[in-house]
């Protein structure tokens, strides 16, 4: 294939997270609102340009008070800071369809480097004889490089929240006309 602009489709896309909470557990969320610039050949993405911006309004974990107290100055602070952005660098080939992406990732106003895992899941056309396309990421970063450093400690040890936060994204695209 060759290198094509790409249009995510939110309604078969995700962005999910996962943070230690207690030191025992785990607490999961998503982000609902969230769209990508891809430009790509998904059969080698070592050349493709990849934007993704991340309303972080839209958190989700299911727990209306904890979501309003993420997007509160104690944490995300999202009248300053309204969005993740993330901006391609690097990528490297690691296997078949498998690649490390590298890029600037952007949250807090703080912009640090920040490798993510993607696996091209594949290529089709939908019953209506549009191309599509499917990747799938993972990755993680420590919360307290971007200053969101709020947390408790705990009478037993230990604090509240973990620092160390793994994302999972499911991409569709549809090559644009």
Same mark, same amino acid.
């Given at each position: 294939?060759?290198?094509?602009? @790409?249009?995510?489709?939110? #309604?078969?896309?995700?962005? &999910?997270?996962?943070?230690?909470?207690?030191?025992?557990?785990?607490?999961?969320?998503?982000?609902?609102?969230? *769209?990508?610039?891809?430009?790509?050949?998904? *059969?080698?993405?070592? $050349?493709?340009?990849? /934007?993704?911006?991340? &309303?972080?309004? $839209?958190?989700?974990? %299911?727990?209306?008070? %904890?979501?309003?107290?993420? %997007?509160?100055?104690?944490?995300?602070?999202?009248? /300053?800071?309204?969005?993740?952005?993330?901006?391609?660098? /690097?990528?490297?080939?690691?296997?078949?369809?498998?690649?490390?992406?590298?890029?600037?990732?952007?949250?807090?106003?703080? #912009? %640090?480097? *920040?490798?993510?895992?993607?696996?091209?899941? +594949?290529?089709?056309?939908?019953? @209506?004889?549009? *191309?599509?396309?499917?990747? $799938?990421?993972? +990755?993680?970063?420590?919360?307290?490089?971007?200053?969101?450093?709020?947390?408790?400690?705990?009478? #037993?040890?230990?604090?509240?929240?973990?620092?160390?936060?793994?994302? #999972?994204?499911?991409?569709?695209? $549809?090559?644009?006309?």
């Amino acid at each position: 294939m060759a290198k094509s602009k @790409w249009n995510v489709d939110p #309604t078969h896309s995700s962005i &999910d997270f996962t943070i230690k909470h207690m030191m025992i557990a785990k607490v999961k969320g998503a982000f609902h609102s969230f *769209e990508a610039q891809i430009e790509a050949d998904p *059969e080698d993405l070592t $050349s493709a340009d990849i /934007q993704l911006q991340v &309303d972080l309004s $839209s958190i989700d974990t %299911r727990n209306n008070d %904890r979501d309003n107290h993420l %997007r509160s100055a104690d944490f995300f602070d999202i009248e /300053q800071h309204p969005k993740l952005t993330f901006q391609s660098t /690097q990528i490297t080939k690691t296997g078949d369809g498998e690649y490390d992406v590298t890029g600037n990732l952007t949250l807090h106003g703080v #912009t %640090r480097s *920040e490798t993510f895992s993607v696996t091209f899941e +594949g290529a089709g056309k939908d019953p @209506w004889g549009n *191309e599509k396309v499917g990747f $799938s990421g993972q +990755g993680k970063l420590k919360r307290s490089d971007y200053g969101l450093t709020y947390n408790a400690v705990l009478e #037993t040890g230990g604090v509240l929240i973990g620092d160390e936060v793994k994302f #999972t994204i499911e991409i569709e695209a $549809s090559k644009q006309a």
